[in-house]
């Protein structure tokens, strides 16, 4: 599975129906005594730069579901990019926890975060896309039509994160989906693209529309939210005016099939983008939504490469410059073999500067996890250089670990 949940767009269409079905099996043994504890003594960390009602609790009791435990901090905490930079706060918080759940603002932030994360990275909800929301309103669909291929979604509303999302979940899993906003306020153009191009594998049909009856005619799923997201208020008087003709109503559900069921991502300003009647009426799925966001990110949670530091201390880039195959084969070799680490580095890659940033990474793991290290290289030099840091455990010099590389390594090597 995936290193980090950024984006629906990152998994493919049997992904996500693993996902789900995961989900269903976790609520079914939720209560049980003898649930599976796959994240027992696991850390989740989570950074929330906006309030957070869903999410915050989902994944607080969905980490203690799961056997780990959770830690919230705050925007006023960390500061993430002004106080810190969001590089370095990712660097030190990897070598404290195991996962992050980021909920920010710009999405280029959570970009970043993941790029020097070396811990799993989850996406909580930014301004572009909210994955979390609209994996667990799949789940949803998928338990009571029994099948997601072929729905009609009518999305009315603003063109926000959650309609980014859901186009993009609509197209991998072979949904229609139409979404009436004022002309201006509809969804992200790249994002748009990427559905559009995901679109092409299965059939789906997209559509951008201003007006809510034609979206909302045939449809299966009646979805809003919103009109003023978080960070906008400031214009929320003026949305008001000009999403006036986009509420969810009595006289719009008239216009869709019979069986129409509605969905709200919470929370509701009731009486703005949808009213009372409609909300709690028998069409109404809102609720269930919400509870189905602790068992699809709970399976999420199940799912992500969960390795702590000290298993992937040497696959970072930044710390073991030198090539690929170096950073590979030590990344297999600690995993296979936990006590030695093989390092197979071209004598042209180890000049003083990288020589320099792979030994002290090294003297590092050595420190923590008390490992001795086999390195095979082509060039004497390189050999009685290492011959100075790299020691057994009794702190004599590992001299017969280190080798001449004389053919190379393959994977049954390693």
């Avoid at 989850?122 to 072929?150: A, V």
């Avoid at 719009?252 to 509605?262: F, G, H, I, R």
């Avoid at 699809?296 to 000290?310: C, I």
Wanted: aromatic share 6%; with cysteine.
């Amino acid at each position: 599975m995936k290193e980090h949940f950024i984006s629906l767009n990152d998994f493919s269409q049997k992904e996500i129906y693993l996902f789900l079905k995961r989900a269903i099996a976790l609520r079914e043994v939720r209560r049980s005594s003898d649930r599976p504890l796959p994240l027992k003594d696991k850390i989740l960390g989570m950074i929330f730069e906006k309030p957070s009602l869903r999410t915050r609790v989902t994944f607080e009791v969905g980490m203690r579901e799961l056997g780990g435990d959770s830690l919230l901090m705050g925007a006023q905490e960390v500061q993430l990019g002004d106080r810190e930079s969001v590089s370095d706060v990712a660097r030190n918080l990897e070598r404290w926890i195991d996962c992050i759940v980021l909920r920010t603002f710009r999405h280029e932030v959570l970009e970043e975060f993941a790029r020097f994360s070396s811990i799993p990275v989850i996406n909580g909800l930014t301004d572009l896309l909210h994955p979390c929301q609209i994996l667990s309103d799949m789940l949803t669909l998928f338990e009571r039509k029994e099948r997601l291929e072929g729905l009609n979604v009518a999305y009315v509303g603003d063109g926000n994160n959650v309609a980014n999302s859901w186009l993009l979940g609509a197209a991998i899993m072979g949904m229609n989906i139409t979404i009436a906003c004022p002309g201006k306020y509809g969804p992200d153009p790249g994002i748009l693209n990427q559905a559009k191009s995901r679109a092409k594998e299965t059939g789906s049909k997209l559509r951008i529309t201003d007006n809510p009856v034609l979206a909302v005619t045939n449809a299966d799923v009646i979805y809003t939210d919103v009109w003023t997201s978080m960070g906008k208020e400031r214009e929320g008087a003026r949305r008001r005016t000009i999403f006036r003709d986009y509420q969810v109503n009595q006289s719009l559900m008239a216009k869709a099939n019979e069986d129409v069921l509605v969905m709200h991502c919470l929370p509701a300003h009731r009486g703005e983008e949808i009213t009372d009647e409609v909300l709690d009426g028998p069409r109404s799925i809102v609720f269930d939504q919400a509870e189905n966001r602790l068992h699809a990110q709970k399976a999420v949670l199940e799912a992500l490469d969960w390795v702590g530091l000290s298993d992937k201390e040497k696959s970072r880039p930044a710390q073991l410059s030198g090539g690929e195959s170096q950073r590979v084969a030590i990344a297999r070799a600690m995993v296979k073999k936990p006590k030695i680490v093989l390092a197979d580095e071209p004598t042209a890659n180890l000049d003083a500067k990288n020589s320099h940033n792979i030994l002290k990474t090294m003297e590092t793991l050595n420190r923590e996890l008390a490992t001795t290290f086999l390195f095979a290289t082509h060039d004497d030099k390189v050999i009685q250089y290492l011959h100075r840091i790299i020691t057994l455990e009794d702190g004599r010099v590992a001299k017969d670990e280190i080798i001449k590389n004389t053919g190379g390594y393959g994977d049954d090597d390693l």
